[in-house]
């Protein structure tokens, strides 16, 4: 019997007997027959999934809620064949003592190797007792878990950049995870909640190709942020008309034109909602109706209000907000002012490499 | 068994949120206190703090991202109903309204299967000993409880090859660690195998009929409301080339339709048999577990208005001490009603921390008092949660799939009445076992049945009238704060998945001056009051819990898990006066 497990383990001092009894007491504790013992000690030498650690903060678990949504690859996909996910708390059968020692085994067990991920913020203030799980911090648990990861995974606005808990006045104090950890590499995947779709995206490439896609100069993936809603949703040709609805029910809205003036922040996010859409290609927000929040970007709970039309936070954006109100005879300047301000946002957005983040 | 113990589980998983039992055994093992403890907290509420209120309804949904469209729907209806208290003419479109029931609909049982099968289901089903199942005899078995086609020796066969082959990996994953083979798993490994089946089955079936919410409100998790309305414009009629653009075309509505058919189905097919086949074997479970007695229902799923509480399917009001002949009305306005308490919540109030305080008047400050983490145990004489203790009239109230379905066999529901009655026949059982774990754990599968049996009669509803040319969908009368009154307040009030909702909105000058949200968890997880009174999940806990084996709590589990705790909803109230810090900056 060889396989890569069992060369490690005997690297460290485990014999293949040790080993074998090890699955043989594994296979009765479990009430399998004897054979079984053999072929665990088989498969589990021949390949190991990737062992995924799940960790919970300030949280709504609208996160785990999205990823069970994906439909390719699927949550029951991804953990049958290609990631042991061995702390999720939502799903996991154990609890109590029994979750904090599976926690404790797999951070032994995979420690360097285990993709660590954070859903939520991290909350600094009175000692960290605004989010404890079993009489323990999340800062402590973030540092803890932290340390054997071989990278990090931000998942959502809250983990990726504070997110609900850390929109004025931030209450409890509440950080990112790149705020905290500074010496691994961190893949943010920002979105309120994330796209399930670029959740699932994300993990098989790093599961498949041993690294984290390029990312933009937020920590992103520029595969699923590197352009914005309004570059690529369906009513921008309204836009570029200068066709608005002018309420939710009104002729403009039963006709599909533009939610700028109901306050949509497409211009201004950076997601793949327009493209990929929502719940296997169903629909989107702007689809459906009311703008886009901005879901995706850092602070977008304290960027005015979701009803409110964007104003001057670029100049050529400037341009554009002020040439809508002339209406449809200002679309060309619209569009030019958008091409501009759309190379803006790509001069913004240089690569950063997984090399860069090592540095 | 042979000293009294201390039994810490935390975190309990399988839920949403970070909730910790703390309960007391005696030497028989059996628990003869229990303490339940919301152990995060964000403070949402002085976020909400001057802010447009129409924007309110996305911070508030943020409360919690399984019940996701809860919270929505009770900010834009506590906005609604101030506009409505200052100008009685204000009201939302029929459309508005059967298209919210439609989602909130959706929403029950989306999150009543996935609860039943994700969340509660490994406490009652080895996965483990399904391993040992005859696939044959399975399809068998199967065959004999339902019609759902996915049924064959073949189909079982395949279902436990794959989870033999991940077991024969030796990575358990969410699976390890857990107590299989305990002897409070009572399945056959048949049974147990369908079960499994079955729990992978609502994986695949959640994602698509969530397409529903999709359609309405753009996606889920966290679709997208408007206050006046709904933000989707129906475009059926429309010819202007943008249907593709837009989601309420004639696409869209089929879709809505092939969900409500695809919900059907899999209740009648798959939850409600299945329900009743696990719970013949966990009897016992009929005995314990009740606790208080006491139910509230604030109501929901309207017909003419939520203004016009007769015209709900789920209707308002309170039982208490089990007597189902007498529903006591419910007065929202009244001081000594509906109160909060935070005797043992780490919150300080201005005038003492024994009174309770009216939502209108809610009053939070975070005071934390525990001990500083890591810490072993919680200071349960003393302030033990960051969940307050809601009261009504001073009483523990259960919130929930019980008390609604009791709210409805009491009110005359006539569906209600027989599917009691036929789950009371079937399982043999008195109808004292209403009141228990199991009970609990079985209304939330009964009304899921007449909650996706209601759904076609709104969608047909909702075709006759765009068929006789009404498409509003919103009312824009009001939409512009500067419009409105200089002072208004309003109650948002709903049933979600796991009970009475009601969020509390004060607005001067157009801005939110406090917004309080009391929610189902806090009604069922809050900790004690200032006279002692459990809350619902302690004294169910205290109902009658012997412990097999303190180290392997399984039964804590099934009796918290059969009230589905959503922990991040019931604790997150803090006060506009509430301690503010600055914020940090990490160097």
């Not at chain 2, 189902?324 to 921390?353: C, M, R, T």
């Amino acid at each position: 019997m060889q396989g890569p497990l069992i060369d490690t383990l005997v690297r460290q001092g485990v014999s293949r007997r040790t080993f074998l009894k090890y699955c043989a007491t594994l296979a009765s504790m479990m009430a399998l027959p004897p054979t079984a013992g053999r072929a665990m000690a088989e498969a589990m030498a021949a390949s190991r999934r990737p062992s995924v650690i799940w960790l919970p903060f300030q949280e709504c678990t609208g996160c785990t809620e999205s990823i069970t949504r994906s439909h390719s690859p699927t949550i029951e996909g991804m953990i049958f064949d290609m990631i042991s996910l061995d702390y999720q708390e939502t799903l996991m059968a154990a609890a109590g003592f029994q979750a904090e020692e599976a926690l404790h085994n797999a951070m032994k067990d995979n420690f360097g190797k285990y993709l660590l991920i954070i859903d939520g913020s991290i909350p600094l203030g009175v000692d960290g007792a605004y989010s404890c799980i079993a009489g323990r911090s999340n800062l402590d648990l973030l540092k803890d878990a932290a340390k054997g990861a071989a990278a990090i995974v931000a998942m959502g606005s809250c983990a990726s950049y504070g997110g609900i808990p850390k929109a004025n006045p931030n209450p409890t104090g509440a950080v990112s995870v790149s705020d905290i950890i500074k010496d691994k590499p961190i893949v943010n995947i920002p979105g309120c909640p994330p796209i399930p779709v670029v959740m699932t995206g994300v993990l098989a490439h790093y599961l498949t190709f041993g690294s984290l896609p390029e990312l933009d100069d937020k920590g992103r993936p520029k595969a699923f942020y590197g352009e914005t809603i309004h570059d690529r949703c369906y009513r921008r040709p309204f836009y570029d008309q200068g066709k608005f609805a002018k309420t939710f029910d009104d002729e403009g809205a039963r006709n599909g034109w533009c939610l700028f003036e109901l306050g949509c922040k497409g211009p201004v996010t950076y997601n793949a909602c327009a493209t990929t859409k929502w719940n296997g290609g169903t629909s989107w927000p702007v689809e459906s109706g009311h703008g886009c929040l901005g879901c995706s970007e850092p602070d977008f709970w304290d960027a005015g209000s979701f009803y409110k039309a964007l104003s001057t936070p670029a100049n050529p954006l400037k341009l554009a907000a002020t040439a809508t109100v002339v209406g449809a005879a200002a679309g060309v300047a619209v569009s030019f002012a958008n091409r501009a301000k759309k190379d803006a946002a790509k001069k913004a957005h240089q690569p950063v490499t997984l090399a860069d983040l090592e540095k | 068994m042979s000293t009294a113990q201390r039994v810490v589980v935390d975190p309990i998983t399988r839920i949403e949120g970070h909730l910790r039992i703390e309960a007391e055994t005696d030497v028989d093992g059996r628990i003869t206190s229990a303490y339940s403890a919301g152990t995060m907290v964000r403070g949402i509420e002085i976020i909400l703090r001057g802010r447009d209120p129409r924007d309110a309804w996305a911070f508030a949904q943020r409360i919690c991202g399984v019940c996701t469209l809860v919270h929505g729907i009770a900010s834009v209806r506590s906005v609604e109903d101030a506009l409505h208290r200052a100008i009685p003419s204000y009201s939302i479109p029929q459309n508005a309204e059967l298209i919210r029931n439609l989602m909130i609909a959706a929403q029950y049982v989306h999150d009543h299967v996935m609860h039943f099968y994700h969340l509660h289901a490994l406490d009652w089903v080895d996965v483990v000993s399904a391993l040992k199942a005859d696939p044959k005899a399975t399809s068998t078995l199967a065959q004999s409880l339902s019609s759902y086609p996915r049924s064959s020796p073949g189909y079982f066969a395949d279902v436990q090859k794959k989870v033999k082959t991940f077991v024969e990996q030796g990575q358990l994953g969410i699976f390890s660690n857990a107590y299989w083979g305990h002897p409070a798993y009572k399945l056959p490994p048949e049974a147990n195998l369908m079960a499994v089946a079955h729990y992978l089955d609502a994986l695949a079936w959640q994602r698509d009929v969530v397409k529903l919410h999709a359609i309405f409100g753009g996606k889920n998790p966290h679709p997208n409301f408007v206050v006046g309305g709904v933000p989707s414009a129906i475009s059926v009629h429309t010819s202007g080339g943008g249907q593709d653009a837009t989601a309420l075309n004639i696409v869209g509505l089929q879709t809505v339709q092939n969900v409500i058919k695809q919900m059907r189905e899999f209740v009648d097919q798959v939850y409600l048999p299945d329900t009743l086949a696990i719970a013949g074997f966990y009897k016992d479970w009929g005995g314990r577990g009740e606790g208080l007695g006491n139910f509230l229902s604030f109501g929901d799923l309207p017909s003419k208005g939520f203004w016009d509480t007769d015209s709900f399917l789920i209707p308002r009001g309170v039982i208490l001490n089990r007597d189902l002949s007498k529903v006591h009305p419910i007065d929202l306005d009244a001081d000594n009603e509906i109160q909060e308490f935070v005797s043992h919540s780490w919150y300080k109030y201005s005038q003492g921390d024994a009174q309770g305080l009216h939502p209108f008047k809610g009053e939070t400050e975070l005071n934390y008092t525990g001990p500083k983490p890591p810490y072993e145990h919680l200071n349960v004489d003393q302030k033990y949660s960051w969940m307050k203790s809601p009261r009504w009239q001073g009483k523990s109230m259960e919130v929930g799939p019980l008390a609604r379905v009791l709210m409805m066999y009491a009110s005359g529901n006539e569906q209600a009445k027989e599917l009691v009655g036929v789950t009371l026949k079937t399982l043999d059982v008195p109808v004292d076992a209403l009141f228990s774990t199991l009970g609990r754990t079985a209304a939330r599968t009964l009304e899921s049945k007449i909650i996706a049996d209601a759904m076609q009669g709104w969608y047909d509803q909702l075709i006759a009238n765009i068929k006789a040319g009404d498409v509003r969908t919103f009312n824009d009368q009001y939409w512009e704060p500067s419009t409105w009154p200089k002072h208004m307040q309003g109650v948002g009030l709903m049933e979600a998945p796991r009970g009475g909702l009601s969020h509390w909105i004060v607005i001067d000058d157009a801005k939110i001056s406090n917004y309080q949200a009391v929610v189902p968890s806090t009604w069922n997880a809050g900790p004690r009051d200032a006279k002692g009174q459990p809350g619902a999940y302690e004294a169910a806990l205290q109902d009658n819990h012997v412990m097999a084996d303190p180290k392997q709590p399984i039964e804590i589990l099934r009796t918290i898990h059969s009230f589905d705790p959503c922990i991040a909803c019931a604790v997150h109230v803090t006060d506009p006066d509430g301690e503010e810090l600055v914020q940090v900056k990490i160097k």
